[in-house]
Nanobody, 123 residues
Framework: QVQLVESGGGLVQPGGSLRLSCAVS????????MGWYRQPPEKQRESVAE???????NYADSVKGRFTISRDNAKSTMWLQMNSLKPEDTAVYYC?????????????????WGQGTQVTVSS
């Protein structure tokens, strides 16, 4: 059973910083992508930052230069360093992993999500 658990959210003033963590557990045959998404109030979930299957990083235009995604070599923990936070960054942040897992005698591609962590940027 693959599980993702986020932590590190909270209330911060505009201009402040937060660091989110995502702990990955369980048996994964191969990881393709890992990333962070967010869902602002009454809006759709959107991609914030990700590691591609080749290990490169992509960022949403709205967070470029302010957010940094990183992970450990074992890919068991992923972080999102968020600096210069703005009120419009307020959202529930989710970590995501797409990978293949063993099902019976074969492999299946699966998407996994964490439970989400609230980030509120307000004075």
């Amino acid at each position: 059973q693959v599980q993702l658990v986020e932590s590190g959210g909270g209330l911060v003033q505009p201009g402040g910083s937060l660091r989110l963590s995502c702990a990955v557990s369980g048996s994964i045959f191969s990881i393709y992508t890992m990333g962070w998404y967010r869902q602002p109030p009454e809006k759709q979930r959107e991609s914030v930052a990700e590691f591609t299957s080749s290990g490169n990083t992509n960022y949403a235009d709205s967070v470029k230069g302010r957010f940094t995604i990183s992970r450990d070599n074992a890919k068991s923990t992923m972080w999102l360093q968020m600096n210069s936070l703005k009120p419009e960054d307020t959202a529930v942040y989710y970590c995501n992993l797409r990978g293949s897992v063993k099902v019976g005698d074969g492999l299946r591609l699966r998407d996994y999500w964490g439970q989400g962590t609230q980030v509120t940027v307000s004075s």
